[in-house]
């Protein structure tokens, strides 16, 4: 099968394939911002489903957070709000950010049809109180999955999850590799496809049809790009406007550090241990160069230029998330040591109520002619 009809299987939207689970009498549990524990989830039997904002104008949720609030967030709870998510069972919802912690407690009042499974994580996370506090949050969560379910989750089943998510892992990282080689055919408007299905899919259904992608373009010569090469970071970088433009100046996309894409598989749960929920916990221990998660060192911005060298890359752009406190905390930091290290890069905003795209293209466009 050719790459465009296993593409064409993925590119399906998240509100479709919670009607397909749903209808076939699964119960899904929805999901938004990174590091979702999917492997308790699917440990019960459930299907968890990725659920970060949509396109589109800002409506009920009006009410309940000030203008000035990250879009995803908005467009999260407008869903919630306009019902849209009522066949989900529950959504897990992490206290990551100041953002999404205000999006828990007004889920929790205001989504009467969808259950609010909180984390509070302890963002102290590398020390062993660390892991064990978040080992106990996800205690307390496997508790509420289990109530929904009707079903025990056993260390067993949760092992099992955690094998085939490292799995599924593994493939993206080998798909994210095989794009860098091939930016002719992957264009960055068919990366995302890939990046955002791996999100609301049953994981063994997006394995089944990731491998077979892998197969195709393993199978291919590597191209001859003559466009120019570049490493995305931020938190979400899926505006299909925004990567059309990316397209129109020849920008391929090499790698990324984006917490909705390369974020939920650079790094792998442990297997194989006495105790798997540990290493869950264990497993936000162990990631680096996120925005949403204490990092004392500062790493994200060397991990951000060790990318851009191992692809030979041509510049960063810096794809802020509009009224993401987390990543523009950041921002100034990463931007120091990608000009000391002589890297070009460039700070273009993103917001999922934008409907004019035209400075950002111009800024693309000088920076697509200066690189």
């Known amino acids: 099968m050719s790459i ?12 479709e394939q919670l009607d397909k689970y749903v209808s076939a009498g699964e119960k899904v549990i929805g999901w938004t911002g990174p590091y979702a524990p999917e492997e308790l989830v699917y440990a019960a039997g459930m299907i968890p489903m990725g659920i970060w904002g949509a396109e589109g104008d800002v ?13 995803p967030i908005l467009r999260t709870m407008d869903l919630g709000l306009e019902g849209k998510l009522d066949k989900m069972s529950g959504m897990i919802l992490p206290g990551l950010s100041d953002g999404l912690k205000g999006l828990s407690q007004n889920w929790r009042r205001a989504v009467k049809n969808v259950p609010a499974l909180y984390i509070g994580y302890g963002q102290n996370r590398k020390i062993d109180a660390g892991i064990e506090y978040n080992k106990k949050q996800y205690i307390k969560l496997i508790a509420k999955l ?25 493939a993206m990282q080998e798909f ?10 992957m264009t960055p408007s068919k990366r995302i496809i890939v990046m955002n299905s791996a999100l609301h899919f049953d994981k063994e259904e997006h394995l089944e049809i990731l491998e077979e992608i892998n197969k195709e373009l393993k199978e291919m010569p590597e191209e001859k790009f003559e466009g120019k090469k570049i490493v995305t970071t931020g938190v979400l970088g899926n505006s299909p406007d925004m990567l059309k433009i ?17 974020g939920q598989f650079d790094y792998l749960v442990d297997e194989g241990t006495d105790d798997p929920i540990r290493a869950l916990a264990k497993w936000i221990s162990d990631i680096e160069g996120s925005t949403f998660l204490y990092d004392p060192d500062k790493l994200r911005g060397k991990i951000i230029i060790e990318k851009v060298k191992k692809h030979n890359a041509n510049g960063v752009i810096y794809l802020m998330t509009k009224f993401s406190d987390s990543d523009e905390f950041d ?12 890297i070009l ?10 409907t004019n795209f035209e400075q950002a293209k111009t800024a693309l466009q000088t920076f697509a002619d200066m690189i």
């Open 146 to 170: 289990e109530e929904i379910s009707g079903a025990k989750i056993e260390e067993a089943k949760v092992e099992e999850a955690i094998v085939l998510y490292n799995k599924h892992r593994k």
């Open 4 to 15: 465009d009809a296993l593409l064409n299987k993925l590119d399906v939207c998240p509100l």
């Open 246 to 262: 990316l397209e129109s100046f020849n920008l391929g996309i090499v790698d990324d550090n984006i917490n909705h894409e390369s």
């Open 331 to 342: 921002y100034p930091i990463i931007k120091k040591e990608l000009d000391e290290a002589g």
């Open 345 to 354: 890069n460039i700070l273009v905003e993103v917001d999922q109520q934008m």
């Open 176 to 185: 994210s590799s095989l794009v860098a080689t091939h930016l002719n055919t």
């Open 59 to 71: 409506t009920l949720s009006k009410e309940y957070f000030p203008a000035f609030y990250a879009s």
